[in-house]
């Protein structure tokens, strides 16, 4: 069973996840997680491997996530250590002398008119709440000439991560608005949506592009991808497909 859309505008103030929601990171921040942990002789996790981690939660930290796969792996190094690991993964995301990082691979998922109206109806401003360390959010939002937009950014060397409701309650607060369920939280994992409902927010999913792909080669509706149902158990007012264009009608009108 799925979310069904609120009936009536009722959003005030717009939050963001990064990664899967505005950024494209398939072929970045997941290539990278996939690579770190073969790197380290764990080949046995796979693309449907990282989505089981993230669809049971307390995932929000890929370098953690990393060496966590690689340590119940049985093909995996059982004596890798954090360090190691992030190390290993910041190459490959970042990139080297000798090889170019997958950051550069990624892609804007909305348009900048869905953007710019979200913006409009957000009033106290926008937020981002994201586990990635800052340099690599503001990088983005450069990169990606979304600056302008978010006032507010959490990231990773901000406190608590997702599923903890820190982040929200913190970005709520540097907006000066109130926790509650006028200010929504926009995510594709259930450890935004957990974040959210805990902060006492809404949770809205999203359907990363790459499930949405899955999806229809199944001829299914991609709320039926395991991550949209998961976010749909954990309290998501609904999931809505990559871009999120329907997002403004759920908003008020500015």
Not at 25 to 42: D, N, Q
Not at 45 to 53: M, Q
Not at 182 to 200: E, F, H, K, S
Request: net charge negative; hydrophobic share 35%; charged share 25%.
């Amino acid at each position: 069973m799925t979310s069904s859309a609120p009936t009536q505008p009722k959003y005030k103030t717009v939050l963001f996840d990064m990664d899967g929601v505005l950024a494209e990171v398939s072929k970045s921040y997941r290539a990278a997680i996939i690579l770190t942990c073969h790197h380290y002789g764990a080949k046995s996790v796979t693309d449907d491997v990282v989505t089981e981690w993230k669809i049971r939660g307390n995932a929000n930290c890929d370098w953690t996530l990393s060496r966590n796969l690689i340590l119940d792996a049985k093909d995996g190094r059982n004596d890798v250590t954090l360090e190691e690991v992030t190390e290993t993964f910041e190459n490959f995301y970042q990139g080297t002398e000798q090889q170019s990082g997958l950051y550069k691979l990624e892609t804007l998922i909305p348009t900048r008119e869905t953007l710019t109206e979200l913006r409009k109806r957000s009033k106290a401003g926008m937020g981002i709440v994201t586990g990635r360390p800052r340099s690599d959010c503001m990088k983005f939002l450069k990169d990606m000439d979304l600056e302008e937009f978010f006032s507010v950014h959490h990231c990773a060397e901000d406190g608590p991560k997702k599923p903890d409701p820190f982040p929200v309650q913190s970005v709520c607060k540097q907006l000066g608005v109130e926790a509650d369920k006028t200010v929504v939280l926009i995510g594709d994992t259930p450890d935004d949506i957990r974040a959210a409902v805990a902060a006492g927010c809404s949770g809205v999913g999203v359907t990363t592009p790459e499930a949405v792909v899955q999806q229809e080669a199944k001829g299914e509706s991609h709320t039926l991808a395991p991550m949209s149902v998961a976010m749909t158990e954990c309290g998501a007012d609904v999931i809505l497909p990559p871009g999120f264009a329907e997002l403004v009608d759920l908003c008020e009108e500015a």
